[in-house]
């Protein structure tokens, strides 16, 4: 089985990106910048504080939308860097290189919050957190944990392509990893109780459907069509 711990993804590449390695910056300046940007509401900001009222529970939608969509966004970033390896498409290389860098900056986000709240950054079960019967139907195997992730064999044939054959197979990939992503989002948006949180969420709604428009057009261009 694919090896599935979450690292810190390295949204670089010398040919076309300007070189940016991740530093450690102290949990306090963290916090800060988060707090300032008003992705996190101060009073939330320091697990800890007389005040932990608003602190999410390690069993809710806040704590559970975040771990796993960390862990999706981590196979959208890796896809998309197999792909800019694959091809010489400058617009599939364009796209790739844009998921790379919202996904990760936003798993960083998804993340930071889990260790604002002094929450596990690990799932003892993907997608219990949401309400109702959406995450049913759904069994982990071959490396893909969650509705839309890819597996390791396909993973691997993604690896494997070349040209044409990568860009679809890429494409294809992406589309359905979006549409579980969606999915989960539109979750959050609605069961999250931390409104930073919601409002991320819907940003991901509302991006990752602009972006399967985006990806039919450019497989209609390459005579195919989403899975």
């Known amino acids: 089985m694919r090896d599935t711990t979450v690292t810190e993804p390295d949204v670089t590449d010398s040919d076309d990106a300007p070189t940016h390695k991740p530093s450690r910056v102290p949990w306090a300046v963290a916090a800060a910048a988060l707090v300032a940007l008003g992705l996190i509401p101060w009073f939330v900001a320091a697990p800890g504080d007389k005040d932990t009222s608003a602190v999410p529970s390690t069993a809710s939608a806040d704590a559970g939308f975040a771990r796993d969509m960390a862990v999706h966004h981590q196979q959208a970033v890796e896809m998309s860097f197999i792909i800019r390896d694959r ?3 400058e617009d599939v ?15 960083g986000m998804l993340l930071g919050w889990l260790d604002l ?14 309400k109702g019967d ?9 490396g893909s944990l969650m509705p839309g992730m890819a597996t390791n064999t396909e993973l691997d044939q ?3 392509a070349q040209g044409k054959d990568a860009e679809i197979l890429y494409l294809q990939l ?3 990893h979006h549409m579980g992503g969606v999915a989960m989002a539109r979750a959050c948006a609605e069961q999250c109780e931390v409104p930073q949180e919601r409002q991320l969420a819907q940003g991901m709604v509302d991006a990752q459907q602009s972006e399967m428009k985006l990806m039919a057009d450019m497989l209609k261009e390459r005579g195919s069509a989403p899975r």
């Open 134 to 142: 959406g995450h049913m139907g759904h069994e982990p195997k071959d």
């Open 93 to 107: 290389r364009r796209l790739a290189y844009d998921i790379a860098q919202t996904q990760a900056n936003q798993r």
């Open 87 to 89: 091809t010489s498409d």
């Open 174 to 176: 992406l589309t359905g």
């Open 158 to 160: 993604l690896g494997k």
């Open 117 to 130: 709240w002094g929450l596990p950054k690990t799932s003892s079960g993907y997608m219990a957190w949401m």
